[in-house]
C-alpha cells in the first residue's frame, strides 16, 4: 500500500501533464480554424501538418499588433499572476500560516494552480488538487486546504462584484447589446441600480469584518470571518488581478473604434465569469461573442485577434510555463518518499 500511495500522487501528475499538453493542441488547433479553408485543410494530412497550418494562421493574425501593445499586454499579465499569488497569500494569513512560507513557494504555487485551472476549468486537476499537493507539503491539513481554497475563491468573486458594480454604475451602456440580443429593455437606472446593489453587497463584507463577527462552527470546522487586515488585502488585490486580465486585451485592442478600458473590462468580467459559470475551458465561444457583441466599433477579427493574445499571454504561456513545473515537483516529492522509505 506504501508503495502504491508513492507513486499515485506522481502518476496523477503526469495524467495532468499529458492531458495539458493535449488540450494545449486542441486549443490552438480551434483558433485556427475559425477560418473556412483553414478548417478544411486541418481536415487533412497529419499532426506536423497541423501544426505548421496552425503557426501560420497565428502569425499572420498576430503580425498586425505593435511592438508596444505586446509590452504592455506582457505586463498585464505579471500584473494579474502577481495578484493570484496574492490570493493564496491572503488566505494563508487569514489562516495563520503564511510563515515558514516563502513568496516564492506561493508564487509558484499560485502560478500553476491558475494556468491549470484557467485551462481545464471545473476538472479534477484544476485548483484545488495542485493545492493540496504543494501544501500539504508544506504541512496544512484538508480542512485548512479547504479554507484556503474557498478564501482564494471568494477573492475571486468579491473582486468581480466590486469591479462590476462600478462598471454598471458609471457605464450602464455596456450591457445593453447583450439585453438586445435577449430582447430584454431595461433602462439606466435599474442597470446602475443592479450595480449599486452590488457595490453594497461588498460595502457589507467590509461591515462584516468591522463588527468581527463570531466564528461560525461546523462540527470540527471552524470557520472565522475575515479579519479588517485580510479585507483590506482583498480590496486591492482582486480589483488588480482583474484590471491586469482585461489590461492585456485593452492594449492591443486598434486604437481606432476602441471603445475604452471601462467597456473593455466590462465586457471581460461578462463573458469570463459566464465562461467560469458553464465551465468553459478559457471562455472558448464565449469570450469572442460577449466582446463582438458589445463593441460593434472594431472589426470582429481584430477583436479575435485581442482575445487571441489574451489566451496566449494569460492562458497558454503560463499553461506551457507550468508543465515542467508540476513535472520537477513531482520528481522531488517521489524522489523525497523514496529516500523516506529506503533502509539504511
Not at 488566505?91 to 510563515?99: C, M, N, Q, S, V
Request: aromatic fraction near 12%; glycine fraction near 8%.
Amino acid at each position: 500500500m506504501k508503495k502504491l500511495k508513492d507513486v499515485f500522487w506522481p502518476l496523477v501528475g503526469l495524467v495532468a501533464v499529458i492531458w495539458s499538453v493535449r488540450l494545449l493542441y486542441f486549443k490552438l488547433k480551434l483558433e485556427a480554424a475559425t477560418t473556412p479553408s483553414v478548417a478544411a485543410a486541418l481536415e487533412q494530412g497529419g499532426l506536423w501538418d497541423h501544426l505548421k497550418i496552425i503557426a501560420s494562421e497565428i502569425g499572420q493574425k498576430l503580425s498586425v499588433i505593435p511592438t508596444h501593445g505586446y509590452i504592455l499586454a506582457g505586463l498585464c499579465t505579471l500584473i494579474a499572476y502577481t495578484a493570484l499569488a496574492w490570493y493564496d497569500r491572503i488566505a494563508l494569513i487569514h489562516l495563520h500560516k503564511e510563515k515558514g512560507i516563502s513568496w516564492v513557494y506561493v508564487s509558484i504555487c499560485s502560478f500553476v494552480t491558475y494556468a491549470l485551472s484557467h485551462n481545464i476549468g471545473g476538472s479534477v486537476f484544476s485548483g484545488g488538487l495542485v493545492r493540496f499537493r504543494a501544501y500539504t507539503a508544506k504541512g496544512l491539513t484538508t480542512s485548512e486546504i479547504a479554507v484556503l481554497v474557498a478564501i482564494t475563491s471568494f477573492t475571486f468573486s468579491f473582486g468581480t462584484i466590486l469591479c462590476g458594480g462600478f462598471v454598471l454604475l458609471l457605464e450602464p451602456d455596456v450591457v445593453r447589446p447583450l439585453l438586445k440580443l435577449s430582447y430584454m429593455n431595461i433602462s439606466d437606472l435599474w442597470i446602475r441600480f443592479a450595480g449599486g446593489f452590488m457595490l453594497g453587497f461588498c460595502a457589507l463584507y467590509i461591515v462584516g469584518s468591522l463588527l468581527k463577527l463570531k466564528p461560525l462552527v461546523i462540527k470540527n470546522l471552524k470557520l472565522e470571518y475575515p479579519a479588517l487586515p485580510v479585507v483590506i488585502r482583498q480590496l486591492f488585490a482582486a480589483p488588480i488581478e482583474l484590471l491586469g486580465a482585461a489590461g492585456i486585451i485593452y492594449f492591443v485592442l486598434p486604437d481606432m473604434g476602441n471603445p475604452g478600458f471601462f467597456v473593455v473590462l466590462g465586457a471581460f468580467l461578462l463573458s469570463f465569469s459566464a465562461g467560469l459559470l458553464f465551465q468553459v475551458p478559457g471562455g472558448i465561444g464565449v469570450m469572442e461573442t460577449v466582446f463582438i457583441t458589445i463593441m460593434p466599433s472594431i472589426a470582429p477579427i481584430e477583436v479575435f485577434a485581442a482575445l487571441l493574445v489574451w489566451r496566449l499571454f494569460y492562458l497558454i504561456a503560463p499553461l506551457v510555463l507550468s508543465i515542467p513545473i508540476v513535472l520537477l515537483f513531482e520528481r522531488a516529492q517521489f524522489l523525497k518518499q523514496k529516500h523516506i522509505h529506503t533502509p539504511v
